[in-house]
DNA sequence: CGATTAAGTTAACACTGTTAAGGTAATAGA
DNA sequence: TCTATTACCTTAACAGTGTTAACTTAATCG
């Protein structure tokens, strides 16, 4: 009965998963429901991922890429390390608000969940931190930025952009501040803390 | 059989559900567990409490009044407005790390959960950032601070700080950079970015 | 005494992730 | 060509979850 697209099953499974992922959220993605998308039991699905975790882990793989590729291009489009900073920091938040589903998983699940998270693929998120944390080495060394630790810096930036995509995609911020009011505020105050004094440039 | 304490059963069942959601977290707390526990059978809990959320919101509202107080007792113990800023954004560090269950019902839950929050409990949520926008706001007058609008700016704080919790709650941040570390750079950039330049206090 | 109400129960529904056992068709070896 | 193995997928089941409906039992009230 299956409908053969190409690839086998094993493709077919993930870009379900990942289809009502993005369009019902994690909490309604189940094993049942993306086996009965596809016309297969949902005991299928444990031939090609041993259990869920897999399975999402795939989709973290995806969203590590998407949002390395949205860094990078950002990282691109600058000599200056602060507009560099200044442009993957609104990167950063522009996926997280873009893309809440895959954020979720990504960097909102349960730390139950990212213990099992391999450590090869653990690596490999790791480039998107160092890609921030080059910026500030380089704003460093340029003699822009306050003298820092560099990946305690991006560390830092980190937090500060992890707080503003989760707490603007939970709604639990105001609503009487604009979400583009926070996060250029947020982008400013960010280059302001790094920045040697006097901060005499409008960014 | 079940054993009377005082108070009656609503009270048993909140206390039990506090002591099961600090003991084995959020993701292990179920009403068939909770009512296991005192003896009862799960559909009495919804006797005093229509559903499950309500029974979280109580929590809920529990958390967000331990760090009320926390943040409270932070904010008489300084002066100064950034003494005052400081000592709150540690409070709040602190209480995320301390209570990690409390802190996760409190802002890191599904927004369906936040969506079916009480307005009133919302109210009462939204005095732990009138602390922090009230520092921001005494700053200004007092010169120390740039101007900016104290609303936002409380937001902002609250998103680094957030940011800080959630990320080392859920052991995201690199195992080489100490907690403590982090804690300290954030609550200094912070400031760097309220402060009017030049910087020279050692805060 | 009879009726009402309060408090708690059991059974069930519709879900969840996951495992064990079974079936069926294609393929490989003799 | 016949048999054995393997790949692939299924059904049934287990142990959970939140929640509802219907039932019992005891206390209270008119």
Known sequence: MPSETAGGLQRIILDTARQLLTDV?????????????????????????????????????????LLYADLHEANRSHADPSLRLRAMCLA???????????YEIMYVLHPEYIKRYPAEKYRKARRNLELLASAVEDGIQMEHFEACEATVGANLIWTQLHGVVTLLNSERVDKRIPAETLIHSACKHILRSFLKTPQHKEV
């Open 92 to 102: 950063y938040i522009q996926f997280g608000l873009n893309h809440p589903e895959y």
């Open 25 to 65: 959220g994690y909490a309604q993605l189940s094993m049942r429901k993306i086996a009965q998308k596809i016309g297969y039991s949902a005991t299928s699905i444990y031939l090609y991922y041993s259990n869920k975790d897999e399975l999402v882990h795939a989709l973290i793989d995806e969203g590590v890429d």
